[in-house]
């Protein structure tokens, strides 16, 4: 009774088709369902040059269609009831990554690490959405048998624009020496993984890394909810899933 009261005062639909009377629908979501899979190779600015190899990146699904639409009412329409949803797929995202990184885990405590939102972005939202992602990764860690925690270890400094529209070359100029760790917040030796709502070109990654490597810490792998696909990539065709290759301590360039 109460659920068809509020729908009459703010009725609800799918934000990627409109259907009435849900949240999100079956069709709209099914690439959140799709197996995870590594993505870094298509954002060029995780990589680490020097022939290392780039940040081990997983993603859920192409931020296109209606993935992209369901993260735009998440972040900026203020769909926290997508929450669930969006927590879901990245907790599946981490379990393959803890997988990967049970080894190198193994008798240590992980750092599961948010990209940090900016001042304005975070008074425009009302809250962090990335902050949801960083504890659902947290939980799919775990599930792989990695001691996880999630760590507030970084913050945003200056003035920063919002990055969406921006170029790889224009996003690495924004966020240069914007993202810094948190003082005290990152014991030096610790490993850290990174989570991030939409991987674009990287940059916002990169800055995060090089923000952890410079307090001593160690970034294992990223997680994130969806990718951009690089320009003239076909987009939802399956992917092979690579073994991972870990070179951590070294900063994205």
Known sequence: ????????VVPVACPACG???????????APLRARPRRVEAGAARLDRL???????????ADCTGPVRDLVVAW?????????????????RAARDAGAALRDLAAGRTVA?????????????????PVAVLARAAARGLRAAGV????????????????????????RARNLAGSVVAAPRAVRPGDLHVLVDDVLTTGATLAAAERALD?????????????????????????????PPEFTPGTPSG
């Open 19 to 29: 259907v009435p009377d849900v949240p999100w629908c079956g069709p709209c979501t």
């Open 75 to 91: 972040k900026d329409r203020e769909r926290a009831d997508l929450d669930p949803l969006l927590a879901g797929a990245v907790e």
């Open 214 to 242: 410079a307090a001593g810490a160690v970034v294992a792998a990223a997680v994130v909810l969806a990718a951009t696909p690089p320009p003239g990539v076909v987009t939802n065709s399956p992917q092979r899933v690579r």
């Open 50 to 60: 020097d022939g290392v190899p780039p940040l081990p990146t997983w993603a859920v």
């Open 112 to 128: 599961v690490v948010a990209a940090p939102s900016g001042r304005l972005a975070r008074h425009r939202r009302g809250r962090e």
């Open 1 to 8: 009774m109460l659920t068809r009261l509020a729908r009459l």
């Open 147 to 170: 001691d996880a925690h999630v760590v507030r270890a970084l913050r945003r400094r200056g003035r920063v624009r919002d990055q969406v529209g921006l170029g790889a070359r224009d």
